[in-house]
Structure formats: C-alpha cells, structure tokens
C-alpha cells in the first residue's frame, strides 16, 4: 500500500465515526498533491445537501483527531467540503445511489466517432457500467475505457 493510500485509509477509519454521528455520509477522501502543496480533503454529504457549518463542525472534529494521531509526515492542508454537483462517481454507494439517474460518460477513446455519452443508469459492477440512451438503445461501458463518469446536470 502506497503512503497515499495508508493516509487516505487511515483518515477514512476517523472520519468514519465523527461524520456518522452527525448524520452525514463520507463520500470520499483524497491525499493530493496540488501546485507543490500536500493536501487531506475529506468529502461530505448527506440528503438536502451540506453547509458550510456543517463542513466546520466535521472539520474541527477531524482536526482533533489528526493532531492527537499526528501520522501524515508531510506538512499539509485539510480540508472538508461538499462533493459538488460535478463528482465522479468513484465506490460501489455511488452507483447504487445513481440507479436510474441519468449519467454522462466520457471515455478516453472515441467509440463509434464520440467520447461523449449521455444515458440512464441501468446496471454496473466491477467491471461494467450500462446506461440506456435517448433512443432507447443500451450501451455498456467497460471501466478502464470511462475517463470520466458522473451524474449528468443541466442548467
């Protein structure tokens, strides 16, 4: 397991506890680095959304815990925030929670001329996603062919 994953994990299992007991869901957590700056961002949300005094109570108490733990060698950020509207779609809970929505799909290479697809989410699993298309057709997906797939928005 890479220092990336071991911090990710571990920041995982403290944060489990904290964001449970205030009602909420951990979505995901990342260790990145970003313009020569080390970063432990922590995800949330929950049914509605989340606030920005939710992110701080989570925050605060995450705080705690690294401190007492002390384990990330590196100097870094924390930080605690909504997914957005635009996350990918990344664990198991993700798919579940997107049955029936509608997704957009990019892939790395083009199929049938396009790396852009829009559809209902109809199945998944380890390897595979299928959406059905406007047209009624489905298309399944293989997921080291998805460079990008998440919930579809309009505005």
């Known amino acids: 397991m890479s220092k990336k994953e071991n911090y990710e994990q571990k920041a995982e299992?403290?944060?489990e506890p904290i964001v449970s007991?205030?009602?909420f869901e951990l979505v995901?957590?990342?260790y990145v680095k970003?313009?020569?700056?080390w970063y432990l961002r922590a995800y949330i949300d929950r049914e509605g959304g989340i606030t920005i005094d939710d992110c701080e109570a989570v925050s605060r108490a995450f705080s705690e815990k690294l401190d007492q733990e002390d384990y990330i060698e590196d100097t870094y950020i924390?930080?605690?925030s909504s997914p957005g509207l635009g996350r990918p779609l990344?664990?198991?809970k993700d798919y579940a929670r997107s049955m029936g929505k509608e997704l957009e799909i990019r892939t790395y290479?083009?199929?049938d001329k396009q790396k852009e697809f829009y559809g209902i989410l109809t199945a998944y699993d380890n390897n595979s996603v299928t959406i059905e298309m406007e047209d009624g057709s489905e298309r399944t997906f293989e997921k080291g062919e998805i460079a990008l797939i998440r919930l579809a928005f309009d505005f």
């Open 78 to 80: 924390m930080e605690v």
């Open 34 to 37: 970003e313009g020569g700056t």
């Open 109 to 111: 290479r083009a199929i």
């Open 13 to 15: 299992v403290m944060l």
């Open 28 to 30: 995901d957590v990342e």
């Open 21 to 23: 007991e205030k009602g």
């Open 90 to 92: 990344k664990k198991e």
